[in-house]
């Protein structure tokens, strides 16, 4: 079972966005454990306060690391193992797809949410493993971000979807975006679903699916393509569309 530990002052979100769908399910049949840990719950001040001033002056408050501490420590106090420990944060490394697989073998994750204008540095250096953004923009707390941390490395924990072939697909998973994608009614609006997935030739539809993944990355984003893993008949597929490799250059 894959654990999450969420620190964070506002667990209620958590439960209003994770507690249903795809991931309740997950949590009901034992494959994902959710746990929303609310910080405030371990202030030692009588109004449950969490914040202070920053010593160096400035707008805004600090998370304070006392609370943050006895927080964690009630995750991580008696385990035989350091649970890894995320800080959403602005300045950690991008997220993408590949850390979400690699994040994904890991079998406890604590991520800590901070608010104000961030979290007393003491704290993480002693409790946090690894800084992670979801882009480069700041938002008011990191509860938005971790839920999509959550949820993307949960998707690819067996048995949380359907099958491995419903992530295997999609965009990003192989380094390209995925192929456009029809379903009923055939006609809409004037608008046919293409020929080639009602032939029924299974061959010919994996290979038009492969095909339509290299052009709409190559419409959308076709900066992936230079780190893509493509065999000599995608390159000149794509060589066909125009596409001039930079490393053939």
């Not at 449950?48 to 609370?67: A, N, V």
């Not at 052009?215 to 065999?231: G, H």
Request: hydrophobic content about 35%; aromatic content about 10%.
């Amino acid at each position: 079972m894959m654990r999450f530990d969420i620190l964070t002052i506002f667990p209620d979100m958590f439960k209003a966005v994770l507690g249903d769908s795809i991931i309740a399910r997950a949590c009901n049949n034992n494959i994902l454990s959710l746990n929303f840990i609310d910080i405030r719950d371990f202030s030692k001040n009588k109004h449950r306060k969490t914040d202070d001033y920053p010593y160096s002056g400035g707008g805004g408050m600090l998370m304070t690391p006392q609370p943050i501490y006895d927080a964690y420590m009630s995750v991580a106090d008696g385990l035989d193992y350091k649970p890894h420990t995320i800080y959403m944060s602005a300045q950690g490394s991008v997220f993408n797809q590949k850390k979400a697989l690699e994040l994904s073998e890991k079998k406890h994750i604590v991520i800590l949410c901070g608010h104000y204008e961030g979290v007393d540095q003491r704290i993480l250096d002693m409790i946090v493993d690894e800084e992670i953004s979801i882009g480069d923009f700041v938002l008011t707390g990191g509860e938005i971000p971790a839920m999509a941390v959550v949820d993307a490395v949960s998707r690819m924990i067996p048995g949380v979807l359907s099958g491995e072939e419903n992530f295997m697909n999609e965009s990003h998973f192989n380094g390209l975006l995925e192929y456009p994608q029809y379903t009923r009614p055939e006609v809409f609006m004037g608008r046919k679903v293409p020929d080639i997935l009602l032939s029924g030739h299974h061959k010919n539809i994996e290979n038009w699916k492969r095909q339509m993944s290299l052009e709409t990355t190559l419409k959308k984003r076709p900066q992936m393509l230079e780190n893509a893993s493509l065999s000599d008949s995608d390159r000149k597929f794509l060589k066909g569309l125009g596409y001039e490799f930079k490393k053939d250059k």
